[in-house]
C-alpha cells in the first residue's frame, strides 16, 4: 500500500506542473510510512521520499510557484520537521508497546515469563513440538526461606533461580508458573538428553549457595517430566509433568521423576 500511494504521488508530481499541488501529498507519506512500517521502514522510505521530490521539483526551480529559493526552503523544513515528529511519535509508541507488553506476558520479579506468555508460546509461537519436552520445576521446602529470612530475601532468591535456570537450559524457554514452581520447554533428540539435562539442574541447584545480602541461602529442587504426545493439550501437558513432580516431591523430594511411553510402561527415577 505504502509503495502504491508513493508511486502515485511520484509519477503525478513528475508529470503535473507544480501549481497543481500534486507535491503537497507527500508530507502526509512520512505519518504513514511510521504508522504501517514502523521505525526502520519509516527512515529508509521517508529519506528516498525526500530524495526523489527535491530532484524532480528541483528540475521545474523554472515555474511556479518555485521561482523564490524561500518557498523551496519552507517546503524542505516542513517536510524534515513532519519526518521527525513521525519519528519521535513511533519511538516513543514503541516503546510504551514494548512495555506494555512485558508487563501483559513477563513475570514482574523474575523476568521469566508467566502462564499468559506460556499460553502464547505454546499455541502460537512453537510450530514444532515433535520432540519438545516439559520440566515442571518446584523449589523444596521453599516456605523455610521465606518463614526464616522474609519475603525479601525468598524474592531475591527467585530472581537468581530464574537466571540460573536460563543459563543451565540454555536454548528454550523458561516461565514462573507459581510463587516457587517454574516450567520449562526445550526441544531434545530424545529422551535420554531430556533427562540428562533435567538431572544437570537438579544437580545445580543441589550444589549452588545463593549469597543474598550476605546470607548463604540454598536450596533443593524437584522436577517433573513430559514428553509431548500429539494428543496433548497444554493442559494435558502440564498435567502429566505435574504427576511426576508430585512423585518426586512425594518420594523424598530433590529428584527428577518422568514416566515416557515405551513398549513397557514403566517410570524412570533420576536421582
Known amino acids: 500500500m505504502c509503495a502504491l500511494v508513493t508511486l502515485i504521488i511520484i509519477i503525478g508530481t513528475s508529470l503535473a506542473t507544480p501549481s497543481n499541488g500534486v507535491f503537497i501529498w507527500s508530507f502526509a507519506l512520512p505519518i504513514l510510512y511510521y504508522l504501517l512500517l514502523g521505525k526502520q521502514y519509516g527512515v529508509i522510505f521517508s529519506a528516498n521520499l525526500l530524495v526523489i521530490?527535491?530532484?524532480?521539483?528541483?528540475?521545474?526551480?523554472?515555474?511556479a510557484p518555485f521561482?523564490?529559493?524561500n518557498l523551496s526552503l519552507n517546503l524542505i523544513c516542513a517536510y524534515f520537521s513532519i519526518w521527525?515528529?513521525?519519528?519521535?511519535?513511533?519511538?516513543s509508541?514503541?516503546?510504551?508497546?514494548?512495555?506494555?507488553?512485558?508487563?501483559?506476558?513477563?513475570?514482574?520479579?523474575?523476568?521469566?515469563?508467566?502462564?499468559l506468555s506460556m499460553n502464547h508460546y505454546f499455541e502460537v509461537e512453537l510450530k514444532d513440538k515433535s520432540q519438545l519436552y516439559l520440566f515442571l520445576?518446584?523449589?523444596d521446602f521453599f516456605k523455610q526461606v521465606n518463614d526464616e529470612h522474609g519475603h525479601g530475601v525468598g524474592d531475591q532468591v527467585l530472581i537468581e533461580v530464574a537466571t540460573l535456570l536460563r543459563v543451565v537450559l540454555g536454548r528454550g524457554y523458561v516461565f514462573r508458573v507459581g510463587g516457587e514452581e517454574f516450567a520449562l520447554f526445550s526441544s531434545f533428540a530424545?529422551?535420554?538428553?531430556?533427562?540428562?539435562?533435567?538431572?544437570?539442574?537438579?544437580?545445580?541447584?543441589?550444589?549452588?549457595?545463593f549469597d543474598i545480602d550476605g546470607l548463604a541461602i540454598n536450596v533443593t529442587t524437584s522436577i517433573g517430566v513430559a514428553k509431548f504426545k500429539s494428543t496433548n493439550s497444554l493442559e494435558s501437558f502440564v498435567n502429566e509433568a505435574d504427576k511426576q513432580l508430585y512423585k518426586a516431591k512425594q518420594f523424598?523430594?530433590?529428584?527428577?521423576?518422568?514416566?515416557?511411553?515405551?513398549?513397557?510402561?514403566?517410570?524412570?527415577?533420576?536421582?
Do not use: M, W
Request: proline share 1%.
Open 53 to 63: 521530490q527535491v530532484f524532480i521539483l528541483g528540475s521545474k526551480s523554472t515555474h
Open 67 to 69: 521561482e523564490t529559493f
Open 84 to 91: 521527525a515528529i513521525s519519528h519521535v511519535f513511533e519511538g
Open 93 to 115: 509508541r514503541s516503546h510504551f508497546s514494548k512495555r506494555l507488553k512485558n508487563l501483559a506476558l513477563l513475570d514482574p520479579l523474575t523476568g521469566a515469563g508467566n502462564r
Open 137 to 139: 520445576l518446584d523449589l
Open 190 to 209: 530424545n529422551e535420554e538428553a531430556a533427562l540428562n539435562t533435567a538431572e544437570q539442574i537438579r544437580a545445580r541447584f543441589e550444589n549452588t549457595t
Open 252 to 271: 523424598g523430594r530433590n529428584k527428577v521423576y518422568c514416566k515416557f511411553k515405551k513398549e513397557h510402561d514403566d517410570e524412570t527415577v533420576v536421582a
